[in-house]
Structures are given as structure tokens and as C-alpha cells.
């Protein structure tokens, strides 16, 4: 074997490592097999070249060349099936089938003198002259080249994912390329005494192995070891040593140097202080390239994992894992999802992302594939992991589920068989595949982290016994007095409700006596009314005088009718029920009130919803609450120039009548709003009110199945409101 035979002794090393590897540890899907046909061609092709390079017989290598070609010529469809299913391009199936037929098209050829002519003698040993035709095959090879690095490239430009990035970068450097310089290869084949450059395919066939190992690229589950990186180098520069001593053999030959005392110390002092080092320095720079920082992370996850087992404070541990898995593992994006308070979900606890993304919802995730994935198996989700048969129909909801939290791979927290929460981790920044140290390292990290969080759990509910027992107490204690105060107000009100009764019953007496006087003088009024109408025909009257006759009658009617409420309020009598609009009510109330009010230098603005429905309710009882109300805000602005808004309008969501008064008066101090409606409470001078008139109110809209309150506004003065039910409705 010459000394050119050795980068073609090297590329089908390659190829038949390939070979190998593509056999034990693939998977038979449609990829590898055309991969694996691409590397018997590519070992076909360098046993024709060391055959062709070491033979002596013209004939011979021209045949074996011939025999090549008849594969060769196939590795063109080939090449385009492979990178189509590999790039997963949509259908070229047609490309496909043209490449076969102007493969068959050339096989027919390949016998005759017009595709390979003869072998040409070369310094470098024999090599096939090519024919008149032989430039078809280098057309068609150029042109599948050009087609194949295009697509790639096109590709590495719309890929989104790093780690695919990396993948088809790998693919462009190795297979790509490595036609580029095997089309060269048409240089000697055309006359040219050039050594062939498609010869140093091994120097890209190196650089896809390297990312075949280190980016997993055919998919065949093997990642790069470092006892396997270490042989291939041992190897190579065993090569380099090999090569050294056939330069050496070639120069010496002619000299008796080999035979002497001295050519083996000085082979010694070139193994010890130059192949020794070299091999040394070189598994350095490949420690760097693959390994890189991996020494530093390895020791700091270590002691952050032991770090995290001693602390105790939840907000702590969760800052310390995402920074440190972050910085560590240089990934894109890290998150912690714990269980939430309830139990029953996941929510996302702490985040370290280049990007959030609001689609990274967790609703319903408690529930999902990866959720119950983890509960079962307890182990890491990786994305590429779950691609493999063994899961089944699962696989494409689980990534669909790691495609919600744009997830690379996930690391399940657990504790005493129990899903405590889970590590979500993006793709490397470099682009890099986890490796199988890198998953022991974090699942470690996450079994700590776990375990950390139950001790922080369970310190932070000794913690909240501690803190809450005086709190416990003091609220104890707080209940008991509220039940000494409570019990003084019910001795309170059983004294405020006597008093009540009482009054009730002198309210009830008095009633009853007012009633016989009230109705004799209604009945005096209304009959000297008549007399006087009958009068006008024969003597002059003054009108006012019968206007005031009049006004003074519906008085002792209104003054009978107040009467009978106080009857209805101590259950004395029976009241009785009438179609009431309230906008007669209001109306009749200032007419009533008109010569308290008409002296003040206040404005009454009136807002009645004139399509306003009647309810079944007592006109007297409503008048008494409405006229209270409006003397109380009449009150209220006497001093000052005011305004009194009035209105009534329907609300039909809730059915009812609505009437509010509101004034511009000085308002009811927060401190006693809770009491205006209460009996005896008053804010008036001795002498000027009972404390009664806003309770009577409240208790006449009560048996109206309505409410009477103070609404809140941040407008100047009070505002009362009162609402009623519209429709009919037992009243008593």
C-alpha cells in the first residue's frame, strides 16, 4: 500500500463505521436505510480507488471500476430520496423518479468505452479516464449537489428550533459538502494528474460523526461518550503515526539510518515528548468543544442540590433552583410549576424565560398526559424520548402537551410517590441535546428540590401554629367580650322594646280619642262647605274662604289618615290595600308641605317617570314615609340655599318602584348612619324630635315587602332611597 492510499483507507473506515453503527443502533425507519445504502456506496466507491491506487493491472482496476459504477450511478436518487425524508420536503416524488430513470439510462452505458474509457496511470496509481458520455453522470451529480445544498440551507433558515439548527448544519458540513468534492473528483477522471479531492471525504465524514454523536442526527439514540471520543482520537493519531512512519520508510530508504542504534531512541524521544503531548492536548480542545463548562455546572448543581435540602424558605428555594438551572444548563427558558393551595392543579410558581408567552396556560393541566405520565413512571419527559414506539398513541399528546409549555424536557418533583410540582426546561442556547449525565444531574437537583419543599411545607405550618396560636386566642377572647357586648345589647333592646310597647299601646289609646274629635270636626267643615255653596246665590262670599274650608277639610282627613296609620303601626286596626300611583304620593306630599317650605330660600327639582306603574300598597301609609322624608330634607337645606332632587322612576331588571330624595344639606356622618333607622335615635335638640319618625318609615316600607335606605354618593347631602315591589301582593 502506497502512501495515497491512506484518506481513501480512511473515508471507507468511515463509511464502514457508519455502516456499523447504522445496523446495531438504528432503527429501521426510512432515513437510516437510505443513509445506511448512501455509506455502501460510499464504501464501494474507496474499495474501487485503493483497488485502483495498489493494482498493477490496467484491466483489472478498469473492470472493478465498471462494476463500481453500476451502484454509483444509483447514489444520486438516493442522495435526493434521503435528504427529502430527512428535511420531510412535501411530495417530489416525480424528482425521485427521473433521477432512477437517468440512473438506468447511464447503467446502460457504464459497460461501453463512451462512459468509462480506460485507466489512466497517475502518480498516485491508476484512475478511470472517462468516456464521450461520462459528463452526463457529472452533470447529474453536480446538479443533485446543488439541489441537495439548497434545500438544506432553506431549511436551516426556516427552522425554528436550535437544536434542529445544529442538526442540519452538521448535515450541510458533512454530506453536503463532501459532494462538492467528490464532484471534483471528475478532475483526473477527465485527464488531469491532480490527486482526487473527494479522497479526503474522511475530514467530513469525521465532522458528521461528531455531530452525529453529539446532536444525535439520524435519531438513533447515541450521544457522544467520552471513552468512545477518546478511542477515535487514539485512533487518528495512530493513523497520523502510521502515515509518519511510511513518510519516514519512503525518505530513509536509501540510507542505513533505520539500522542503526539511534532510530529507535529517537522513534522513543518522538512518541514521549511529541505523540504523548499531542494526544493529551488534543483530548483537552475536545473536552472544551463537547464538554464545554459542563465540569463547572456539574460541581455547582451539586452543591446547590445539597445547598437546597437546608433551607426553609419557599420563595428561596424556587429563586435559587431556576437561577441556578438557567445559569448552569444555559437553556432557554426555566420554569417550576408546584401544586397549588387546593391541591388540584399546577400553577406556574417562578420563571426565568427570554420570552413569556401567555399561551403557556396551565388550565387544566392536572389532567393532562404529562401530569399523569409523570405520576406514573416517575421520570424526566423528553421531548425526543417520547418520539420512540414505546409510548405508543401517547406520544402525540404528550407533545402536544410539552408544545404548551414550549418544553424541551420536564423534571418530575417527587415525594413519598407524590407529584409535588415539576422543572420545565427549554432547548440549550448552543443548540446541544441533553445528555444522559445532564438528566442525572437535574434529576438529582429535582429530587432535592422536592424534598426541600415538603420541609419548608411543613416549617411553614409549625411556623402558622406558632404565629396563630396567640392569634387564636386573642380572637377567643375578642368573641367573649362581643358576647358580653352583645348581651348588653339585648338587655338594651328588651328595655327599648318595652318602652316601644308602651308607647304603642298609649299611641293606640290616643288614636282611638283622636279619631271621635277629628271626625266630628271633618264632618262640621264639610257640612258648613255645603252651606256656603248654597249660600252664593244670595249673599257675596270671599273664594278663599271656601278654598280655605276646603284645604282645612282634606287636613282632618290627611290628620285622620295619620291616625289610622299609628292604628296600622301598634296592629290595632286592619290595613287595607289600593291600586297607588307614586307620583301622586311625592305630589301630594309637597302640596302638604308647600306652606312649611314656600318661606326658605331653597329649589325643588321633580323627575317623575310619567309612565311610572301603580303598586298595590296604602296611599296614606306611603304619603306619611314620603312627606317624612321630604320634611327631613327641607330641614336639612333651610339654612343654606339648597336643592332637593326628587324622582321616581321603574326598574325593570328587579320589578320594582324606585323614589329618592336627595339634598345639598350638610349630610349624615358615617359615624351614625348605621342608627337613623333605629327607635329614640335622634339628632335633633331635646324637645324637636321622638327619635321615631324615620323608624315608622322604615317599618310602614317593611310591611310593603319594600326597603328604605341611605344610599352611599359621593355627591354634597343625604340621599334617601325607597324601593317597592310592583304587582299585587298580600298586605295586612
Given at each position: 500500500m502506497n502512501l495515497y492510499s491512506i484518506p481513501p483507507l480512511l473515508t471507507l473506515c468511515c463509511f464502514l463505521g457508519l455502516v456499523v453503527l447504522t445496523i446495531v443502533r438504528g432503527h429501521w425507519t426510512k432515513a437510516n436505510i437510505l443513509f445506511l445504502i448512501i455509506c455502501i456506496f460510499g464504501s464501494f466507491l474507496n474499495i474501487d480507488i485503493l483497488f485502483a491506487f495498489n493494482t498493477k493491472s490496467a484491466k483489472a482496476a478498469l473492470l472493478v471500476s465498471r462494476i463500481d459504477h453500476l451502484f454509483i450511478v444509483f447514489s444520486m436518487p438516493v442522495f435526493i430520496q434521503f435528504f427529502h425524508t430527512y428535511l420531510k420536503t412535501p411530495d417530489r416524488k416525480w424528482l425521485v423518479y427521473l433521477t432512477y430513470a437517468y440512473s438506468v439510462f447511464l447503467v446502460c452505458l457504464i459497460p461501453t468505452p463512451l462512459y468509462l474509457e480506460s485507466m489512466q496511470k497517475h502518480f498516485f496509481g491508476f484512475f478511470a479516464k472517462g468516456g464521450m458520455l461520462y459528463p452526463l453522470f457529472g452533470a447529474g451529480g453536480m446538479f443533485v449537489t446543488i439541489y441537495i445544498l439548497v434545500l438544506i440551507n432553506t431549511s436551516i433558515r426556516r427552522e425554528k428550533s436550535s437544536i434542529q439548527k445544529n442538526k442540519l448544519k452538521y448535515v450541510f458540513a458533512g454530506f453536503g459538502i463532501m459532494g462538492l468534492i467528490n464532484g471534483l473528483d471528475a478532475l483526473p477522471i477527465l485527464g488531469y494528474s491532480v490527486y482526487p479531492p473527494g479522497n479526503m471525504s474522511f475530514i467530513l465524514l469525521i465532522i458528521f460523526a461528531v455531530g452525529l454523536f453529539k446532536h444525535d442526527l439520524l435519531d438513533m439514540g447515541t450521544l457522544i461518550k467520552k471513552s468512545l471520543l477518546y478511542s477515535l482520537i487514539t485512533a487518528f493519531l495512530t493513523c497520523i503515526y502510521a502515515f509518519l512512519i511510511i513518510v519516514a520508510d519512503k525518505v530513509f530508504k536509501n540510507f542505513n539510518f533505520s539500522d542503526s542504534f539511534y532510530f529507535p531512541i529517537l522513534l522513543f524521544l518522538f512518541v514521549a515528548f511529541i505523540f504523548g503531548p499531542l494526544k493529551t492536548k488534543v483530548q483537552t480542545v475536545i473536552d472544551h468543544i463537547f464538554s464545554k463548562g459542563k465540569y463547572d455546572y456539574q460541581k455547582t448543581i451539586k452543591q446547590v442540590s445539597r445547598m437546597i435540602a437546608s433551607v426553609l424558605d419557599y420563595d428561596e428555594i424556587a429563586k435559587l433552583l431556576i437561577q441556578t438551572v438557567f445559569k448552569a444548563m444555559q437553556v432557554e427558558h426555566c420554569i417550576l410549576f408546584l401544586r397549588d393551595i387546593s391541591g388540584t392543579g399546577f400553577k406556574k410558581y417562578s420563571s426565568k424565560e427570554k420570552h413569556i408567552n401567555s399561551a403557556q396556560s396551565i388550565s387544566g393541566l392536572d389532567k393532562s398526559f404529562i401530569i399523569n405520565f409523570m405520576r406514573e413512571h416517575h421520570q424526566p419527559i423528553k421531548r425526543k424520548r417520547i418520539t420512540e414506539r414505546k409510548y405508543g398513541t401517547k406520544a402525540q399528546s404528550l407533545l402536544s402537551d410539552m408544545d404548551r409549555l414550549d418544553a424541551e424536557i420536564i423534571l418530575p418533583m417527587i415525594f413519598k410517590d407524590r407529584l409535588s410540582g415539576f422543572i420545565v426546561l427549554g432547548e440549550k442556547l448552543s443548540g446541544d441535546l441533553f445528555s444522559q449525565e445532564d438528566l442525572d444531574l437535574l434529576e438529582t437537583l429535582s429530587s432535592q428540590t422536592a424534598l426541600a419543599i415538603e420541609n419548608a411545607n411543613s416549617y411553614r405550618r409549625l411556623d402558622?401554629?406558632?404565629?396563630?396560636?396567640?392569634?387564636?386566642?386573642?380572637?377567643?377572647?375578642?368573641?367573649?367580650?362581643?358576647?358580653?357586648?352583645?348581651?348588653?345589647?339585648?338587655?338594651?333592646?328588651?328595655?327599648?322594646?318595652?318602652?316601644?310597647?308602651?308607647?304603642?299601646?298609649?299611641?293606640?289609646?290616643?288614636?282611638?280619642?283622636?279619631?271621635?274629635?277629628?271626625?266630628?270636626?271633618?264632618?262640621?267643615?264639610?257640612?258648613?262647605?255645603?252651606?256656603?255653596?248654597?249660600?252664593?246665590?244670595?249673599?257675596?262670599?270671599?273664594?278663599?274662604?271656601?278654598?280655605?274650608?276646603?284645604?282645612?277639610?282634606?287636613?282632618?282627613?290627611?290628620?285622620?289618615?295619620?291616625?289610622?296609620?299609628?292604628?296600622?303601626l301598634s296592629r290595632q286596626t286592619q290595613n287595607y290595600t289600593e291600586p297607588v300611583n307614586l307620583n301622586m304620593v311625592v305630589t301630594d306630599a309637597l302640596r302638604i308641605l308647600y306652606n312649611e317650605y314656600k318661606h326658605y330660600n331653597l329649589e325643588i327639582s321633580e323627575n317623575y317617570d310619567p309612565d311610572l306603574p301603580d303598586i298595590q300598597g296604602n296611599f296614606a301609609n306611603l304619603g306619611q314615609v314620603v312627606l317624612n322624608i321630604i320634611k327631613n330634607a327641607i330641614q336639612a337645606v333651610a339654612d343654606n340655599k339648597g336643592t332637593i332632587f326628587l324622582a321616581t322612576r321603574f326598574d325593570e331588571n328587579a320589578h320594582q318602584i324606585v323614589f329618592t330624595c336627595r339634598d345639598t344639606g350638610p349630610g349624615i356622618d358615617e359615624s351614625i348612619r348605621n342608627d337613623i333607622f333605629k327607635p329614640f335615635f335622634t339628632t335633633k335638640a331635646v324637645g324637636k324630635g321622638t327619635g321615631l319618625g324615620l323608624y315608622i318609615c322604615h317599618e310602614i316600607v317593611k310591611k310593603h315587602d319594600g326597603v328604605l335606605f341611605l344610599e352611599e354618593t359621593d355627591k354634597q347631602g343625604a340621599c334617601f332611597v325607597m324601593r317597592l315591589p310592583s304587582g299585587a301582593y298580600p298586605f295586612s
Amino acid at each position: 500500500m502506497n502512501l495515497y492510499s491512506i484518506p481513501p483507507l480512511l473515508t471507507l473506515c468511515c463509511f464502514l463505521g457508519l455502516v456499523v453503527l447504522t445496523i446495531v443502533r438504528g432503527h429501521w425507519t426510512k432515513a437510516n436505510i437510505l443513509f445506511l445504502i448512501i455509506c455502501i456506496f460510499g464504501s464501494f466507491l474507496n474499495i474501487d480507488i485503493l483497488f485502483a491506487f495498489n493494482t498493477k493491472s490496467a484491466k483489472a482496476a478498469l473492470l472493478v471500476s465498471r462494476i463500481d459504477h453500476l451502484f454509483i450511478v444509483f447514489s444520486m436518487p438516493v442522495f435526493i430520496q434521503f435528504f427529502h425524508t430527512y428535511l420531510k420536503t412535501p411530495d417530489r416524488k416525480w424528482l425521485v423518479y427521473l433521477t432512477y430513470a437517468y440512473s438506468v439510462f447511464l447503467v446502460c452505458l457504464i459497460p461501453t468505452p463512451l462512459y468509462l474509457e480506460s485507466m489512466q496511470k497517475h502518480f498516485f496509481g491508476f484512475f478511470a479516464k472517462g468516456g464521450m458520455l461520462y459528463p452526463l453522470f457529472g452533470a447529474g451529480g453536480m446538479f443533485v449537489t446543488i439541489y441537495i445544498l439548497v434545500l438544506i440551507n432553506t431549511s436551516i433558515r426556516r427552522e425554528k428550533s436550535s437544536i434542529q439548527k445544529n442538526k442540519l448544519k452538521y448535515v450541510f458540513a458533512g454530506f453536503g459538502i463532501m459532494g462538492l468534492i467528490n464532484g471534483l473528483d471528475a478532475l483526473p477522471i477527465l485527464g488531469y494528474s491532480v490527486y482526487p479531492p473527494g479522497n479526503m471525504s474522511f475530514i467530513l465524514l469525521i465532522i458528521f460523526a461528531v455531530g452525529l454523536f453529539k446532536h444525535d442526527l439520524l435519531d438513533m439514540g447515541t450521544l457522544i461518550k467520552k471513552s468512545l471520543l477518546y478511542s477515535l482520537i487514539t485512533a487518528f493519531l495512530t493513523c497520523i503515526y502510521a502515515f509518519l512512519i511510511i513518510v519516514a520508510d519512503k525518505v530513509f530508504k536509501n540510507f542505513n539510518f533505520s539500522d542503526s542504534f539511534y532510530f529507535p531512541i529517537l522513534l522513543f524521544l518522538f512518541v514521549a515528548f511529541i505523540f504523548g503531548p499531542l494526544k493529551t492536548k488534543v483530548q483537552t480542545v475536545i473536552d472544551h468543544i463537547f464538554s464545554k463548562g459542563k465540569y463547572d455546572y456539574q460541581k455547582t448543581i451539586k452543591q446547590v442540590s445539597r445547598m437546597i435540602a437546608s433551607v426553609l424558605d419557599y420563595d428561596e428555594i424556587a429563586k435559587l433552583l431556576i437561577q441556578t438551572v438557567f445559569k448552569a444548563m444555559q437553556v432557554e427558558h426555566c420554569i417550576l410549576f408546584l401544586r397549588d393551595i387546593s391541591g388540584t392543579g399546577f400553577k406556574k410558581y417562578s420563571s426565568k424565560e427570554k420570552h413569556i408567552n401567555s399561551a403557556q396556560s396551565i388550565s387544566g393541566l392536572d389532567k393532562s398526559f404529562i401530569i399523569n405520565f409523570m405520576r406514573e413512571h416517575h421520570q424526566p419527559i423528553k421531548r425526543k424520548r417520547i418520539t420512540e414506539r414505546k409510548y405508543g398513541t401517547k406520544a402525540q399528546s404528550l407533545l402536544s402537551d410539552m408544545d404548551r409549555l414550549d418544553a424541551e424536557i420536564i423534571l418530575p418533583m417527587i415525594f413519598k410517590d407524590r407529584l409535588s410540582g415539576f422543572i420545565v426546561l427549554g432547548e440549550k442556547l448552543s443548540g446541544d441535546l441533553f445528555s444522559q449525565e445532564d438528566l442525572d444531574l437535574l434529576e438529582t437537583l429535582s429530587s432535592q428540590t422536592a424534598l426541600a419543599i415538603e420541609n419548608a411545607n411543613s416549617y411553614r405550618r409549625l411556623d402558622e401554629l406558632n404565629r396563630n396560636l396567640e392569634a387564636i386566642v386573642r380572637e377567643r377572647t375578642a368573641k367573649l367580650n362581643d358576647a358580653l357586648i352583645e348581651k348588653e345589647k339585648t338587655l338594651d333592646q328588651l328595655i327599648r322594646s318595652e318602652s316601644l310597647a308602651a308607647i304603642g299601646q298609649l299611641v293606640a289609646g290616643t288614636a282611638h280619642e283622636l279619631n271621635n274629635p277629628l271626625t266630628s270636626v271633618s264632618s262640621l267643615v264639610q257640612s258648613t262647605i255645603e252651606d256656603l255653596v248654597q249660600m252664593a246665590d244670595k249673599i257675596t262670599l270671599d273664594e278663599e274662604l271656601i278654598d280655605d274650608l276646603k284645604f282645612a277639610h282634606k287636613e282632618l282627613n290627611r290628620a285622620r289618615d295619620i291616625v289610622s296609620s299609628l292604628l296600622g303601626l301598634s296592629r290595632q286596626t286592619q290595613n287595607y290595600t289600593e291600586p297607588v300611583n307614586l307620583n301622586m304620593v311625592v305630589t301630594d306630599a309637597l302640596r302638604i308641605l308647600y306652606n312649611e317650605y314656600k318661606h326658605y330660600n331653597l329649589e325643588i327639582s321633580e323627575n317623575y317617570d310619567p309612565d311610572l306603574p301603580d303598586i298595590q300598597g296604602n296611599f296614606a301609609n306611603l304619603g306619611q314615609v314620603v312627606l317624612n322624608i321630604i320634611k327631613n330634607a327641607i330641614q336639612a337645606v333651610a339654612d343654606n340655599k339648597g336643592t332637593i332632587f326628587l324622582a321616581t322612576r321603574f326598574d325593570e331588571n328587579a320589578h320594582q318602584i324606585v323614589f329618592t330624595c336627595r339634598d345639598t344639606g350638610p349630610g349624615i356622618d358615617e359615624s351614625i348612619r348605621n342608627d337613623i333607622f333605629k327607635p329614640f335615635f335622634t339628632t335633633k335638640a331635646v324637645g324637636k324630635g321622638t327619635g321615631l319618625g324615620l323608624y315608622i318609615c322604615h317599618e310602614i316600607v317593611k310591611k310593603h315587602d319594600g326597603v328604605l335606605f341611605l344610599e352611599e354618593t359621593d355627591k354634597q347631602g343625604a340621599c334617601f332611597v325607597m324601593r317597592l315591589p310592583s304587582g299585587a301582593y298580600p298586605f295586612s
